[in-house]
């Protein structure tokens, strides 16, 4: 089953190779659609001249069955630009312009009677909601580009994407920007002009035909298909290996899993085990039992360790107990551990002591950075909302471990501390530096 999976997803692989050559084949060297512009074609055929702008230079038709001949008489005028030209009309019955966004060249059959100093102006004339009206032809985009040397280049192959808009019809309009381009989406008129720079004067144009052609898919749609459907194929390959492997792996998995449940049976019993041995039961943080491995360790770096402890006593809790009860108590104990948890750092190890006492050790960690720290916490704790809305406060004493001390002598020293700074009035830190055996007041 597998090698004919494997087979079927080849012979896919190959036919989408084979239609990916044929359609860039077909795209770059087949058939492309025409537009020919030519006497007898359907469109409508209009001359035109400046004598709608205040000019008074006069353009007329004719044609017979090759050519339209346009015979402009150019007379001077106020009008500063004087013109004549022909257009080819392309709206339909609905009122809609020709789609040519994916056509991309024009190859225009025209010329003067005689060579001219001047050019022919080529125009596709867009229609865009965005700035042109139906009853106002001068906010109608023009695409426009001018040839010169028609004698000596006949016909002229142009690229539209080479055709530019006027800056005159972009002051004039207050185009924005986003629509500075060239646009052929819904072009409404094809026009052929005299250029600029013409001098009074009678000249004759002579248009065989207009041809624009383009592709019957856009280069762009054409990629952007071929690459969804390589995506497609890509992924379902994936997919398919990623279920393949998944399989395979679920059946190695299903010969380990009676060892790996009774792996996780013995795992969390022993966690189980090892929590009631080192965990205090009502706060969840380490007992003494649990902090225990903390002294066994190394911590001199050089002739100083680095390890201080915290000593952490809540003020007055007897009497929390006795006026509340142990039910209160107990819930003070929780939220006391769990602010002390929430406002220390991962590396450093919190364990009830006993009672309403706390240690918190401090691995890598200075007798400054240490008080520091105690302090922090006494505030919080000052701070934080309490059960039965009590005040409860705690007092410190903090120690550094000192060279070759014992860690009895250690602890001895930060419980020290925390005696002095409960007879000092409570809701303080004091910190044992010895030798010389001096506590400092850190509040």
């Known amino acids: 089953m597998t090698i004919q999976h494997d087979i079927l997803k080849a012979r896919l692989l190959g036919l989408l190779i084979i239609i990916t050559f044929v359609a860039l084949a077909f795209q770059a060297y087949g058939p492309q659609k025409v537009l020919s512009l030519e006497p007898g074609t ?17 353009a007329t038709l004719t044609q017979d069955a090759e050519k339209f001949i346009l015979n402009c008489d150019m007379i001077q005028s106020d009008y500063p630009w004087p013109y004549c030209e022909i257009s080819f009309i392309l709206i339909d019955d609905k009122g809609n312009g020709k789609d040519m966004s994916n056509y991309h060249q024009a190859t225009l059959w025209a010329k003067y009677s005689t060579p001219q100093h001047f050019g022919i102006r080529f125009q596709l004339i867009n229609f865009n909601p965005a700035y042109s009206t139906a009853d106002d032809p001068n906010t109608l985009k023009y695409n426009a580009i001018e040839l010169f040397d028609t004698h000596e280049r006949f016909p002229q192959i142009i690229q539209m994407h080479h055709m530019q808009v006027p800056t005159w019809w972009l002051s004039q309009g207050k185009i924005a920007p986003d629509y500075w381009g060239p646009e052929f989406n819904n072009v409404r008129g094809v026009q052929i002009s005299t250029g600029e720079g013409a001098k009074p004067g009678k000249y004759q144009m002579i248009i065989d035909r207009v041809e624009i052609s383009g592709k019957y898919i856009n280069d762009r749609t054409l990629y952007f298909g071929l690459l969804c459907i390589w995506t497609l194929l890509a992924a379902a390959f994936l997919i398919d290996t990623l279920l393949k492997t998944k399989k395979e792996l679920n059946t190695n998995l299903q010969r380990q899993k009676q060892l790996e449940a009774l792996n996780a049976l013995l795992n969390k019993e022993h966690r189980q085990l090892e929590d009631r041995l080192t965990r205090d039961p009502l706060t969840g943080v380490l007992n003494r ?20 402890l915290i000593f952490i006593d809540i003020d007055h809790f007897k009497k929390i107990n006795d006026t509340y009860g142990h039910n209160v108590g107990d819930q003070v104990l929780l939220a006391f551990a769990q602010t002390l948890s929430e ?59 000192l060279q070759q001390e014992s860690p009895t002598d250690f602890i001895a020293r930060a419980d020290k501390a925390l005696y002095v700074a409960k007879a000092q009035g409570r809701n303080c830190v004091r910190v044992s530096n010895q030798p010389p055996a001096v506590l400092t007041a850190v509040k």
Request: overall charge negative; hydrophobic content about 35%.
């Open 343 to 401: 406002n220390t750092r991962s590396q450093d190890l919190l364990a009830r002591w006993g009672g309403e006492e706390f240690v918190l050790a401090c691995p890598d960690t200075t007798l400054e950075k240490a008080s520091g720290l105690a302090e922090k916490l006494r505030r919080c704790i000052e701070e934080n909302e309490w059960p039965k809305a009590l005040q409860v406060t705690a007092s410190f004493g903090v120690a550094q471990m």
């Open 289 to 308: 039992d649990g902090l225990a491995p903390i002294f066994k360790q190394n911590w001199s770096t050089d002739s100083t360790p680095l390890l201080s």
């Open 42 to 58: 359907d469109y409508h055929v209009e001359v035109i001249d400046d004598r709608g702008n205040g000019g008074k230079s006069v």
